[in-house]
Structure formats: structure tokens, C-alpha cells
């Protein structure tokens, strides 16, 4: 069961800035320490790095398998919760994630529709 933000920002001790919850941890991997982002998770840094550019290079499980990576160290705990309520017990192959499933998941991390359709775009679903 998905828990609401108000739950988990009393539960792991995030603070609150504008109505949405941030992480308190500085490491947030797509952000430089101390920098609050007012809205998303900021997966706009993560599309210049290096692994993303060899990912490229690959196929669509690599580039996935790099995105679900960059989401899993931007807050583990909701990104083990979205999983698990999606896929129970078996880890799916990121070329297969359908549009609504990626929908799903960087929503439920606090992605903005804009980085919903970045992330769909880049694994060829927005057509789906």
C-alpha cells in the first residue's frame, strides 16, 4: 500500500518547503548538497553524466536500468514501495516498463509532468 507524503515526511524526517517534501539528505545523487529544488527530483542533471551517455551507447534495458538506479538513490524507501506495489516479488526488465508503469513511479516520487514525458521520451514510450 502507497503511503501519502504527509505520512512519510513524519516517518523519515523530510522537511517541507512550498506544500512538497524534500529530502533532508544531502545525497541526492542528481543534486549538489545543500540545494533544495522547489518542484521534481531534478533528474534533468542526471541526462549529462557520463553512465547516462554509455547507456546511450547501449539498449533500452541499459538506459532504463540506469534511470531506475538514479530514482533508487533519490529516496530508496519510496522507490522499494512503488516497485513492490507494481511488481510484487519479481524485478522487471526497464526496456519493458510500460508508459503508465514509469508514469507510476516517478510520479510517486514527486516528478514533475515534465520530467514524466522526459523519462518516457527517452524510453520510447510516449507513443504507448
Given at each position: ?49 557520463l553512465d547516462y551517455r554509455q ?74
Amino acid at each position: 500500500m502507497l503511503v501519502r507524503r504527509a505520512d512519510y515526511a513524519a516517518e523519515e524526517g523530510v522537511a517541507e518547503d512550498s506544500g512538497r517534501y524534500l529530502k533532508a539528505d544531502p545525497g541526492d545523487p542528481c543534486r549538489a548538497e545543500g540545494e533544495v529544488m522547489a518542484d521534481g527530483i531534478g533528474l534533468d542533471a542526471c541526462w549529462d553524466e557520463l553512465d547516462y551517455r554509455q547507456a546511450l551507447r547501449g539498449s533500452l534495458t541499459d538506459q532504463g536500468a540506469f534511470i531506475l538506479r538514479k530514482l533508487s538513490q533519490h529516496d530508496l524507501v519510496r522507490f522499494k514501495t512503488v516497485m513492490d506495489d507494481l511488481y510484487r516479488h519479481r524485478p522487471p526488465d526497464p526496456s519493458d516498463i510500460t508508459k503508465f508503469e514509469w508514469q507510476v513511479i516517478l510520479a510517486y516520487l514527486g516528478a514533475t509532468d515534465e520530467e514524466i514525458r522526459e523519462v518516457q521520451h527517452r524510453m520510447g514510450r510516449a507513443w504507448r
